[in-house]
């Protein structure tokens, strides 16, 4: 049921609908029937469809237990337009699906899905740019790059000229040799830093399908990492692009629930079902999710990483994908988990839906405002609603600024400024340094460790309970003992025979010397 975590990669949505598909098809029940005084062999209701499904899903590695029984519900009814089932008559590509006793089966043919292919002259090409974009990244030259929007230069223009004024002119006055570094020169090294960040923690040998570098924009990485309050939300200049106030009220009415309604408010019975009301048509009215549409195929890749044994790895990972994010779309993401993450926690939180949590509820409500593709997905609810489970639960960690980051930028500069390689052409050639993260092991791996790092350990207290020269022999031999009791297998590979056990008490007498013998006095009787 489990199923194995798909990796990270492009077309990963794609992938996961064929992995589900497979394992419905292979493990869904079949048998006989009876419908209308008519007996059907090899087919399933569709409440025991959605009951095996519901399963499946939240027992499976790339869902999870957010799932509700109504996403299962909503994705049979995509099996069913897509064809992966029919109705018991050969009917299908509608939507008309519910929970009941209505009969269903397989088709003959394949329900699998194929993988977007590219023409190979266009592939062809696109692997020659990719290669020589690759190659610029550790070369700091002018690359083609998107234009960014006008918001992100309208609020940005006079902080990044303060940043680079610093930057230019830092350490000047202590090396004459220090070279001018043109504002090219340093969204380039934040672009080739992040970039080379996030490939190593995803551990892909490129990010070429998942994310094109020309859609980084390092204003927008340079904004979102300086432009911070002291809670590290992200502080607009232009406000024009900001939550408009009502919508600001509203959430933090809600996030400080009962505290921050004071007796200016309004209330009522179902108050706060409106205002939540009103927060969510804010958000659902939005022109393109929070994590924006060209980032789809990132996020997408990173909910593989979502696991327990390597969840660090996919917090760094969604750390750094997040400072790619326009810097609005970052504010309203922060904001928007502070507040849903406040709410679920809140026992004094009125229910804010009749039949269904307050956590649950806020997934369902948000998460396509989070993530969602262009051209719709069918296992978009479901990746997204994972998702948003996870950036609730680590939106802290997630959503702060990476000193690492900061620091490895400045020692690129440090490396560009003092001219360390000179390129005989019209750029230079910046020595970057390696980073290296932890291996991820398998869950059979670290337990093998797990077991051997014990037994070393073990097998260390054993030697020091042989050479300690101050414990008496009487001590040693009952410590010996127990050992051997608690630890046999251990004690057995380090005196496999007696006559070694007898080596560490060789120097001692074996046996011991005969006591002196006084001649007994004989005790006469008291009777003569």
């Known amino acids: 049921m489990e199923g194995r975590a798909v990796p990270p990669g492009p ?16 493990g869904m029940p079949l048998r006989k029937h009876r419908q209308h005084f008519k007996k059907y062999g090899n087919c399933f209701t569709a409440e025991e469809a959605v009951d095996w499904l519901y399963d499946l899903l939240r027992n499976n590695n790339n869902f999870g237990p957010e799932v509700t029984r109504q996403q299962t519900l909503q994705l049979l009814r995509k099996f069913l337009k897509n064809h992966v089932i029919e109705d018991i008559k050969g009917r299908w590509g509608s939507e008309n699906l519910d929970d009941n006793s209505q009969l269903f089966r397989f088709p003959a043919n394949s329900p699998l899905k194929s993988l977007p292919r590219r023409h190979p002259e266009l592939r062809k090409n696109s692997i020659e740019n990719f290669s020589k974009d690759k190659d610029s990244i550790f070369k700091l030259r002018n690359l083609s790059r998107r234009t960014p929007k006008k918001l992100g230069l309208h609020f940005s223009q006079e902080n990044i000229e303060k940043m680079n004024h610093k930057i230019i002119h830092e350490d000047q006055e202590n090396s004459v040799d220090n070279r001018e570094i043109s504002r090219e020169d340093v969204e380039e090294v934040w672009r080739s830093v992040i970039l080379i960040y996030l490939q190593t923690i995803l551990g892909v040998p490129s990010l070429e399908e998942v994310v094109n570098p020309k859609q980084v924009v390092p204003q927008y990485v340079m904004y979102n990492m300086t432009n911070t309050s002291k809670h590290g939300i992200v502080i607009l200049q232009d406000k024009s692009d900001d939550l408009p106030h009502w919508v600001l009220s509203a959430m933090k009415c809600l996030a400080n629930w009962p505290r921050s309604n004071d007796l200016n408010n309004p209330t009522y019975v179902g108050f706060e079902r409106d205002v939540f009301r009103t927060i969510a048509d804010y958000f659902l009215d939005l022109p393109e999710p929070l994590l924006t549409f060209e980032y789809y195929e990132l996020f997408v890749s990173i909910l593989g990483l979502l696991q327990p044994h390597i969840e660090r790895v996919a917090i760094d990972a969604l750390q750094l994908c997040c400072l790619l994010l326009p810097p609005p779309n970052r504010r309203k993401l922060q904001l928007l988990m502070r507040m849903i993450s406040r709410m679920s926690q809140n026992v004094d939180m009125p229910p804010l839906h009749d039949a269904m949590g307050t956590r649950s509820l806020m997934i369902h409500t948000f998460s396509r405002c989070v993530l969602c593709c262009a051209e719709e997905v069918d296992l978009d609810e479901l990746l997204a609603t994972r998702l948003v ?5 680590h939106h802290q ?7 690492y980051l900061q620091a490895a930028v400045d020692k690129h500069l440090d490396y560009l400024r003092k001219g360390y390689i000179k390129n005989p052409g019209d750029g230079l050639i910046v020595p970057l340094p390696t980073y290296s993260y932890c291996r991820q092991i398998s869950a059979q791996e670290f337990d093998e460790q797990k077991v051997s790092t014990s037994q070393a350990a073990i097998t260390e207290l054993l030697e020091n309970i042989i050479k300690n020269k101050s414990l008496p022999l009487k001590e040693k031999r009952k410590k010996l003992k127990q050992f051997q009791k ?7 590979k380090r005196f496999p025979t007696m006559e070694s056990e007898a080596v560490l008490f060789a120097d ?8 002196l013998i006084l001649k007994k006095t004989k005790f006469r009787s008291l009777r003569y």
């Open 11 to 26: 077309y990963r949505a794609t992938r996961l609908w064929n992995e589900i598909t497979t394992s419905f098809r292979a």
């Open 389 to 393: 489970s996870f950036l609730m639960d």
């Open 397 to 403: 960690e997630i959503l702060q600024v990476p000193s």
């Open 486 to 492: 608690e630890y046999p297998l251990i004690y057995q």
């Open 508 to 515: 001692k007498p074996t046996i011991k010397q005969p006591m």
